[in-house]
């Protein structure tokens, strides 16, 4: 009796594909992030702060993936950049042949910055590499501060998190700082950024965050 390991098999696959999205990126000196997180944490808030602040200093592209990505598309789309959709239909996750597929509708040549918008779920996304430079976990506050331990895959995988809404913790009965320690005690070193969309402050170091690896990638894009 032959085992077939499906599960390594696709996950092997995907990873030369991600592999392949990389180099196509790093060819182009293009700086890409991947933002994961639940249904109603604030991902497509932030990205949106993001891409405002952001888009006149660096050419900045989206690719924006849900089961149907057109309703947040149109909203990158109202910020004046090039947005392309990608419709995951049944998966709960964006893969890397998707993201390849989304990559010849991008024209690298004439971007810096380019932020993928993954399916809201925090657990579908872990396994699938995209091609990203950038993997970012974004949780909320109202989904009450035991989320972290429930799901400790994504945030012992991702090289970001950002616990969001911030300014209703109070409200919700939540300690914002548990969550923090959470997320240290799952992956010590990960950055941790508490922000509000209310909070200038918290948004300017998301912002920065991006930023630094922008700055990152055409500094090794020069040598």
């Known amino acids: 009796m032959h085992v077939i390991h499906m599960g390594h098999d696709v996950f092997k696959a995907n990873d030369k594909v991600a592999e392949k ?5 790093d060819k182009h000196g293009v700086f890409s992030v991947n933002v994961m997180g639940a249904i109603g944490s604030g991902k497509t808030t932030l990205i949106e702060e993001a891409v405002r602040h952001l888009k006149d200093k660096y050419r900045t592209a989206v690719i924006a993936g849900d089961v149907i ?19 995951t239909g049944k998966e709960c996750h964006l893969d890397a042949k998707l993201v390849e597929k989304a990559l010849g509708e991008v024209d690298l040549d ?14 579908c996304p872990v396994d699938f590499k995209l091609g990203e430079h950038l993997r970012v976990v974004v949780v909320s506050v109202t989904e009450g501060d035991d989320i ?27 300690d914002a700082e548990k969550m923090r320690d959470d997320i240290h005690s799952l992956n010590p070193d990960i950055p941790v950024i508490l922000t509000s969309k209310h909070d ?24």
Do not use: C, Y
């Open 110 to 123: 004439n971007t810096d910055l380019l932020i993928i918008e993954n399916v809201g779920n925090l657990i």
């Open 21 to 25: 999205n990389r180099k196509n990126l």
């Open 69 to 87: 990505a057109e309703m947040d598309a149109s909203r990158f789309r109202k910020l004046g950049v090039p947005t392309t959709p990608v419709n």
């Open 148 to 174: 972290i331990l429930k799901h400790p895959m994504i945030f012992k995988t991702s090289e970001l998190a950002v616990i969001n809404k911030v300014d209703i913790a109070h409200a919700v009965d939540v």
């Open 200 to 223: 200038w402050e918290s948004l300017e170091t998301w912002i920065g965050f991006i930023e630094l690896g922008i700055g990152r990638t055409q500094e090794a894009r020069k040598k």
